[in-house]
């Protein structure tokens, strides 16, 4: 970082008004070299992370999602007779009300009693979701029980059978009935966040979609989109190539004024109407900013903008007396997004942003190079591991095959939880962001629930090391991979006879002694190839250990995942086993050999760290 640029920097927005307290970053660096070289020193990194270590985010239907968890005097879930076909509905149908700010309150609750530090909460799609005096809001127009009104985002869906976009309709119009029972009562439910959080001294920090693009499949019909997505002079016309959807590329285009100025209303809204005190900028939803390749001009356009959302917050900063970070979601590939418009490591190395979170789309990482982000962005910004629902694409089933699922979802499985947590934390995570940790529940499939009770402590990695984990890897080739946002997948592979081929995931060490209240524990690790794949000889080595060539062809996961136990009947695995004495903290290297006459396809990898087999 240029002194000289960061001195000018800070001097235009001091100009904006005389502060009436240092701000965090400004105290940190106060009575040391850096009070003078305008840089802060090392001695203080990362301080947006010495409060906030365990984030929860919560989209904008959070609390409506599985109302009988969170409001069971008032709401049941059970199958009924549907009185439009006269027939019982095939899923369970949620009956009772009407919806109250007790939800809200009950949801933090358990977020509080679980370890949760921060509450970032999710303002808006292309519109607000909230009662917003800004810009258009989701349900502006409705009228309760006009199923005309979503029939349009039935399209948007892809629905095209009368009767498919009718059964849609049976379930969606009384789930957005439950927000319109809370404006019939009066209650702002994203303020309603805020005041629950105050109450169990949570940080509530607010996060805004910056290209939502749920409703494009039918951008003139879907209540989902800003007036202005119908706009097409205002969308994206070269961020689609190949076989992508076109329609989900065509997103806002930042390089046009209006739009900036639209989005930026309703960060302002957000920012000083409400008692937030952290603001995130989600742009993998979806990441679509400026037209490719952006020009430098272009790119230090988008800058400058970042730079006046930064003194909005740093104004609200010394209004209320505490901080306000500002820092942003986003694919792990930062080279990629400076070719959209945003440049991330300029934006950290400046100090505009305070805290950046690299994901993947819906499956969560394993594989995310901290390390390297932390080279680019420099010391004193908080990065967050963020974990997502998704585990990957490997289709998995109950021991009957009756039910059979094409994503494991991540929070029915606290070994999984554990392994993600830790491999993130071991390569320098700061701490966990949550996201999409209650779909688990949105389904309400028997078995399957999120356990909120894991995420306590998660983010202490010492807390984590001889607890069971199960690892796995991302999956490429599959639906929900972004690209080319994403990381590029290690998975699948095809091993020709006589090749090995070397897989990296991060990790955490273990214990040299088992703690008091586990078994000793192992390392098994799981090769998943298709069933139909003449195995032989798949040695398997372990961190430059000798290859394994014992092994175990089995039908079931490592540990189940809710209902979830076992392979469909195109996989199987190959288990084999090594001390957990090899694994290290940080990358860790899987080398499998396929010493067959024929080739193999690795579907998957997977890992557990497990109490030892007799």
């Known amino acids: 970082m240029k002194t000289r640029r960061n001195f000018l920097r800070n001097a235009l927005l001091g100009l904006t008004s005389a502060p009436i307290l240092p701000t965090w970053r400004q105290a940190a660096s106060a009575g040391s070299a850096g009070a003078i070289t305008g840089e802060l020193p090392s001695l203080v990194p990362n ?7 365990n984030l929860f985010n919560g989209d904008t239907c959070v609390y409506f999602y599985n109302p009988e968890y969170w409001q069971p005097e008032d709401f049941t879930v059970k199958r009924v007779i549907n009185p439009r076909t006269g027939k019982l509905n095939e899923k369970p149908t949620l009956e009772g009300g009407p919806f109250s700010a007790r939800s809200i309150h009950r949801y933090v609750d358990v977020l509080a009693d679980n370890g949760i530090d921060t509450f970032i909460i999710n303002a808006n799609a292309s519109r607000a979701w909230y009662p917003s005096k800004t810009i258009p809001s989701i349900l502006d127009g409705y009228k309760r029980g006009d199923r005309d009104f979503f029939r349009g985002h039935a399209i948007a869906l892809g629905l095209k059978d009368p009767e498919a976009v009718e059964t849609f309709l049976d379930g969606y119009v009384p789930f957005m009935n439950l927000y319109q029972d809370l404006l019939d009562a009066g209650v702002d439910w994203l303020a309603e966040t805020t005041r629950a959080c105050r109450r169990r001294q949570l940080s509530p920090w607010v996060s805004i979609r910056m290209n939502d693009m749920h409703g494009a499949r039918n951008f003139e019909g879907s209540f989902f989109n800003a007036p202005m997505l119908t706009r097409k002079e205002m969308r994206l016309k070269n961020n689609w190539y190949g076989y992508h959807n076109s ?16 989005m930026f209303a309703q960060i302002r809204e957000v920012v000083e109407d409400y008692d937030f005190e952290g603001l995130e900028l989600d742009w993998w939803r979806l990441p679509l900013c400026c037209e490719p390749t952006a020009s430098p001009q272009t790119v230090a356009m988008m800058t400058d903008w970042f730079r006046q959302i930064r003194a909005l917050t740093e104004k609200q900063a010394r209004k209320a007396g505490r901080p306000f970070p500002l820092g942003m979601r986003i ?13 991330v490591v300029t934006l950290c190395q400046e100090g505009t942003l305070d805290f950046i979170s690299p994901s993947g789309f819906w499956c969560t990482t394993w594989d ?8 680019q962005v420099g010391d004193r910004v908080a990065i967050y591991g963020v974990i997502e629902d998704g585990v990957n694409t490997l289709a998995t089933s109950n021991q009957e095959s009756s039910y059979t699922q094409a994503m494991r979802y991540l929070s029915a499985s606290p070994e999984i939880m554990r392994a993600n947590a830790a491999g993130k934390l071991a390569m320098g995570a700061d ?16 078995g399957q629930k999120a356990d909120y009770s894991v995420i306590k402590d998660i983010h202490q990695l010492n807390s984590l090391r001889g607890y069971p984990k199960h690892y796995s890897f991302a999956i490429g080739g599959q639906l929900n991979n972004y690209l080319p946002y994403e990381l590029p997948a290690q998975l699948p592979a095809i091993l020709p006879n006589n090749s090995h081929h070397a897989f990296k995931l991060a990790m955490c060490a273990e214990p040299s002694q088992a703690r008091p209240d586990q078994a000793g524990m192992e390392l098994v690790i799981q090769i998943i190839v298709k069933a139909d794949d003449d195995v032989t000889f798949l040695p398997v080595s372990f961190n430059g250990s000798w290859p394994e060539t014992k092994r175990e062809c089995v039908e079931s996961l490592l540990f189940p995942c809710g ?3 076992h392979f469909t009947s195109q996989h199987v695995g190959h288990n084999f086993r090594f001390p957990v004495s090899l694994v290290r903290d ?18 998957c990898v997977e890992l557990a760290i497990r109490p030892k087999a007799d």
Do not use: S
């Open 563 to 565: 209902p979830l136990t």
């Open 586 to 603: 940080g990358w860790n290297e899987v080398l499998v050999e396929n010493a067959g006459k024929n080739p193999v396809t690795v579907v």
């Open 368 to 375: 995310m190079p901290y390390d390297t982000l932390r080279k």
């Open 47 to 53: 301080p947006v992370a010495r409060k906030h270590r």
């Open 247 to 262: 329609p989900t590329r065509q997103g806002l285009n930042y390089e046009k004024q209006e739009v900036r100025n639209f």
């Open 331 to 343: 694919p792990g590939r930062l080279d990629i997004l400076k070719v959209i418009g945003l440049d």
């Open 431 to 446: 701490g966990i962001e949550w996201f999409n940790f209650f779909c688990t529940d949105q389904p309400r499939v028997p």
